[in-house]
């Protein structure tokens, strides 16, 4: 068995899969690479296609990847300063170039934040590495 075969199958946990019918992210490897370098947007992707399912707002998704990060549980509120921290960079690095990738649209009007096709096939392969690796370190 390969290299490949092996980890195919470490990730599908033995699923059989039809390849024809696997869609495409319509991203380079490089590009899905560089996407998923960020602890932050592997949360930020996880968190709207998994958790919002597709749509939520730059303050949704500011508290829940500020809650994730600083291991807070659901009933309790993060601070200001860990709220306006994650809001900062949501806002001037990872929204923008997530955007620029086609991986989610922004409306600036009222701030909502929607995956694209791109965002859900991003949010499959965090979920399979995640699955691979439990319980190891980053």
């Known amino acids: 068995m390969s290299v490949v075969e092996t ?3 470490k990730l599908l946990g033995g ?3 039809d390849w024809d019918r696997v869609q495409p992210i319509p991203l380079t490897q ?3 690479h ?3 370098s960020s602890d932050r947007r592997r949360i930020l992707v ?3 296609v998994d958790d919002r399912d597709g749509t939520a707002t730059l303050a949704e998704l500011t508290q829940d990847i500020a809650r994730i990060e600083n291991g807070i549980p659901q009933n309790e509120e ?3 300063r860990q709220r306006k921290r994650t809001y900062v960079s949501l806002y001037q690095t990872h929204l923008p170039k997530l955007e620029m990738h086609g991986v989610v649209e922004w409306d600036d009007d009222d701030n909502t934040i929607h995956a694209t096709t791109a965002a859900v096939g991003l949010a499959k392969v965090v979920r399979g590495v995640n699955r691979v690796t439990a319980g190891v370190p980053a």
Request: charged share 30%.
């Open 7 to 9: 980890v195919r199958d």
């Open 15 to 17: 699923i059989a899969v």
């Open 30 to 32: 490089r590009e899905i």
């Open 34 to 36: 560089d996407l998923l």
């Open 46 to 48: 996880s968190v709207l």
């Open 78 to 80: 993060v601070t200001t």
